[in-house]
């Protein structure tokens, strides 16, 4: 099976890839977000940039590890404008002239006011010889992670969470064990990522009470 750890290799697996792109509610047409997916190349093998978001009240995803991206503002011409300032914003890392190899499944997520308030989307991008990372106040710590090493069975973990951590989700660990676990909105558009390269991850289900599924999930 190949192992799409070049650029090129993920190149031609993504240019075919038709993504699944979702509207927004009609309750809500204004709740959209982006990321952006940002590989480089090293030493003949593709990395990943991961961010684990600093702790601030309020932000639903305080403290996760994710993607760069935010919502969509008003004065963004598009969801891919908005990943690429928010990038900017997030880490330093502009995206202009970065070549463009492909856009992810929409994903539905959650925001604080209420579940399934948002549509985010997702745009993959390969960034040649990336400046270093310059961080904001928004962003705990930044890394460039292999991509090869997302299939290391030793890195799939159970990311727990409720107030008896009696939710679990899969995870994969990219650092510190009590730190660095990709899980949730993240985690699902690497299914896609993986999945579009030919290279699945395992199947896993997350588990959770019913009552937790209707208040946060459902």
Not at 32 to 58: K, M, S, T, Y
Not at 143 to 159: E, T
């Amino acid at each position: 099976m190949p192992s799409f750890a070049t650029i090129d290799e993920i190149r031609r697996a993504l240019a075919p890839h038709a993504p699944e792109l979702l509207p927004a509610s009609a309750e809500s047409p204004s709740r959209r977000a982006a990321v952006a997916v940002c590989l480089r190349e090293n030493r003949g093998a593709a990395e990943l940039l991961f961010i684990e978001r600093a702790e601030r009240d309020g932000d639903p995803w305080s403290g996760h590890m994710a993607f760069p991206g935010g919502r969509v503002e008003p004065g963004d011409r598009s969801a891919r404008r908005a990943a690429e300032r928010e990038t900017f914003e997030e880490v330093g890392l502009s995206l202009v002239g970065a070549e463009a190899l492909g856009r992810l499944d929409d994903m539905r997520g959650r925001d604080a006011a209420g579940p399934s308030a948002l549509v985010i989307s997702g745009f993959v991008y390969h960034v040649p010889a990336p400046p270093p990372l310059v961080l904001s106040d928004e962003v705990e710590q930044a890394f460039w992670f292999p991509l090869a090493l997302l299939h290391d069975p030793r890195r799939h973990v159970d990311y727990r969470v409720g107030p008896a951590k009696e939710c679990r989700f899969p995870g994969i660990l990219v650092g510190d064990p009590e730190r660095h676990v990709v899980w949730g909105l993240t985690y699902r558009f690497l299914e896609v990522l993986l999945a579009a390269l030919g290279r699945p991850l395992p199947e896993r289900r997350a588990e959770m009470p019913p009552e937790w599924r209707r208040e946060h999930v459902e």
